[in-house]
């Protein structure tokens, strides 16, 4: 295990895997500084950009990015007290405190070297998890890594943010999304409508691109930056890095809570920095200074969050369970070059798990050492509006999803599923379940064919790990439930913990999030939800029995929570809130998008990809970000000699139309 | 000095801020209110002052003053606990509510962990009805 721990360091000084990875890392930083995109938004955009690569070269890059996404995003929270990521936002809570006292250097310091020590314990946690789970992975078969797949989904439904029914029925609606295509029991095709295109299934880059980011694209684009300037850097590094030794305490604190947080599928870098945040508070003495710039209020979240990415990989690479988004993705590239994780990746494929961890390790050094060296170059990045960011990278997401397949069809999915993303994130609905349903529809299937065929009967629920993964699926069930009954009664003015935890999941998106809730949308949701799982039960009438089990008991089960959810909306009629001007506006803006992005790929369909981003991002800037001339020009030449350039650096394709 | 009241719109919040009232008269102390209840709005100076009704003009008359307090922690009894660090208060006053023993080992309570932790004197007061 050491051996192949120091071969794949040995690996790591091939220069094609020394620039995949410094690559990565620069991508990665300068995504985190892009509001909204985060981890999830790194690893689909770069994602692209790996196919055809070797394994050992597409992780560099992709842990290169994912391991310093949370290292660059504090700079806006602390400087401009507008968090790059929801995550960030914690930091802003001190970060910005201190940085208006003339103290950014201090602050930023905190923050860089506790992201980078964050990213160091967060591999050794993925390093000491190998032998500790080895033994346990390699006595699974079949009916283990069916039931794990059974846990992932619903967990994350569980332990996401907001309503569980919502939740469960997203996580469902996953599931149901990725059984569209040729089933892996009997190859024969399902809810595809006899179109070739959907037989293979849809693209994993599509679907979360349009998910997470076009949607995420429809709610920023019309937020404008308000007139806030940036504090001027003052103090210097040396004071925060002696600062920071003395806190070390709170960094591991920071990290394992990070850690524990990242395994819990569902539970990601937001939820995670709060937890270290309240930590840290709970254990200190004198709380006075807390929220008005304490160092502590900075060490521990900023620990937290970076570890959260590799506490994700844990259960992503040993169990084949995803812990969070962006490790759904990568579970979903694995699957993609052969690589079964789970038993197969700690016999066949160690050397790349352990790559993986130095990649890491590396990335977060090196991007906590750029940090400190280009901060006064970032710094000026983060005031740039988003509704100037808004078409470039619209252009770079929807080329990002044409690689997989080449298929424009692809996106219009996109399109198509940025929509339904819009409308989960705006009735606050957890969009996580959904995705890591999606990826681990077919292997949940796959597992649970193999396991009825190798078993007669029901006899392999009684295998010992089995029991305990229901036990663990049982259990919050129940604990759900007690809430539920705890509700009820209406204890309201002393359960402070469940209370703070709710009010944490509010505040810590972007407050457009929910915005929808209580309205006649949100009830759509769930009467467009049950409409779908009703055709897809009828559509599965017509499957052979083996290929119809799955998509069956998905679809009763959908039926069922849907017809809960319905339920619920129905009660909380009155509660509907009058549409406000800022909800209708919301709406507004978030539909012009979608009809833009709509215009646009019609646009790429008759006169080619090129064509029309030389067309369609002038007219956006000018006409509806209003940037200046100049910026336009410059903007569009740029974008344009990067799309006529890349062809040849690295294999992409440009979608071409009609007109060539 | 200052006595910081936990206020919360029940009829034990209510018996605690009239209480923290009586003892700010009797020891001349101003008053800082701070809501505990995160799913309510915080209340504001005018309500507070509503609500201790006869015992506000005392209050002002003696020339002692009644403000809310706000604190960016999300946790209550952690805001709590840091306010009256910020005030050095002399004293927090809280109410109690009625528990079943169930009730009691199921949930973790915010006034536990403010009697936990406070670094001054807290003085627990129950409604008249319970």
Known sequence: ?660 | MTIVAVHSASPAGRAALAHAGREALLTADDLVVVAADPRHRAPTTDEVLGELGDMADRLREAGLTVTVGHSPLTDPSEAVVQIAQQHDARLIVLGLRHRTPVGKLLLGSTAQRILLEATCPVLAVKSAAS
């Open chain 1, 1 to 660: 295990m050491f051996d192949s721990a120091l071969s794949a360091l040995a690996s790591l000084a091939q220069p094609s895997l020394l620039v995949m990875l410094l690559v990565g890392v620069a991508a990665g930083l300068v995504m985190g500084l892009i509001p909204g995109l985060g981890g999830t938004g790194a690893v689909a955009i770069l994602l692209p950009v790996t196919f055809g690569m070797e394994p050992a070269q597409a992780f560099a890059l992709l842990i290169g990015a994912l391991a310093v996404v949370h290292t660059s995003d504090t700079v806006s929270a602390v400087l401009l007290g507008a968090p790059g990521s929801a995550s960030a936002s914690v930091t802003m809570l001190d970060g910005y405190a201190m940085a208006r006292r003339g103290q950014a250097k201090r602050a930023l310091s905190l923050a860089f070297l506790s992201s980078m020590a964050g990213g160091i314990i967060g591999a050794l946690g993925l390093t000491l998890a190998i032998p500790l789970a080895r033994p346990l992975v390699l006595s699974f078969a079949s009916p283990e890594l069916f039931m794990l797949t059974v846990l992932g989904v619903s967990l994350a439904a569980v332990l996401s943010r907001g309503n569980v029914v919502k939740g469960v029925l997203c996580g469902l609606l996953g599931l149901l999304l990725g059984m569209v295509g040729t089933s892996p029991t009997t190859a024969e095709e399902r809810f595809t409508g006899g179109s070739l295109f959907l037989g293979d299934g849809l693209s994993l880059v599509a679907v979360a691109l349009g998910i997470f980011g076009l949607a995420e694209i429809a709610t920023r684009v019309g937020q404008r930056r308000t007139g806030r300037n940036l504090v001027t850097l003052g103090g210097g590094w040396g004071a925060g890095i002696r600062e920071w030794l003395t806190h070390w305490t709170q960094v591991v604190r920071g990290s394992l809570i990070g850690i524990w947080a990242g395994v819990l599928p569902g539970v990601g870098a937001t939820a995670g920095t709060w937890l270290a945040y309240g930590q840290a508070v709970a254990t200190s003495k004198d709380k006075r200074k807390f929220g008005k710039g304490d160092p502590r209020g900075i060490v521990g979240p900023e620990s937290a969050n970076n570890s959260v990415e590799a506490g994700d990989l844990i259960p992503t690479l040993l169990f084949g369970i995803p812990g969070g988004v962006p490790s759904a993705m990568l579970l979903g590239m694995l699957l993609t070059y052969g690589i079964q994780p789970g038993p197969s990746i700690v016999t066949e494929h160690l050397d790349l798990m352990y790559l993986i961890i130095w990649c890491f390790a590396i990335a977060s050094v090196v991007g906590a050492f750029l940090c400190f060296l280009g901060t006064p170059t970032l710094a000026r990045l983060t005031k740039v509006p988003f509704a100037v960011l808004g078409p470039g990278l619209l252009v770079v997401m929807l080329l990002g999803a044409f690689q997989g397949e080449a298929q424009i069809g692809d996106l219009w999915v996109m399109i198509l599923l940025g929509v339904v993303g819009w409308v989960l994130k705006a009735t606050d609905s957890p969009r996580a379940p959904f995705l890591i349903g999606f990826v681990l529809a077919i292997p949940m299937e796959r597992y649970y064919y193999l396991t009825a065929s190798l078993n007669d009967g029901l006899g392999w629920m009684a295998r010992p790990w089995v029991i305990v993964f229901l036990a663990v699926l049982v259990g919050p069930a129940l604990w759900a439930l007690v809430k539920l009954v705890r509700r009820r009664r209406d204890l309201a003015s002393d359960d402070g913990h469940a209370a703070a935890a709710q009010l944490m999941h509010s505040d810590d998106e972007a407050e457009t999030d929910g915005l929808l809730k209580n309205s006649p949308w949100s009830l759509s949701v769930a009467v467009v939800a049950l409409l779908v799982f009703a055709g897809a039960l009828w559509a599965s009438s017509g499957f052979s029995p083996e290929a119809a089990l799955l998509p069956r008991l998905v679809s009763v089960a959908g039926l069922l929570v849907g017809l809960v959810l319905l339920v619920q909306e129905l009660r909380h009629r009155k509660r509907w809130m009058r549409s406000g001007l800022q909800e209708s506006r919301t709406v507004a803006t978030a539909l012009r998008t979608f009809a833009i992005m709509i215009a646009f790929l019609s646009l790429v369909m008759v006169v080619g990809y090129l064509a029309a981003v030389l067309v369609f991002v002038p007219a956006y800037l000018l006409f509806i970000a209003r940037a200046r001339t100049r910026t336009t020009i410059v903007y569009t030449l740029v974008l344009g000699l990067a799309l006529i350039t890349l062809p040849s650096l690295i294999p992409v394709d440009l979608p071409t139309g009609l007109l060539g």
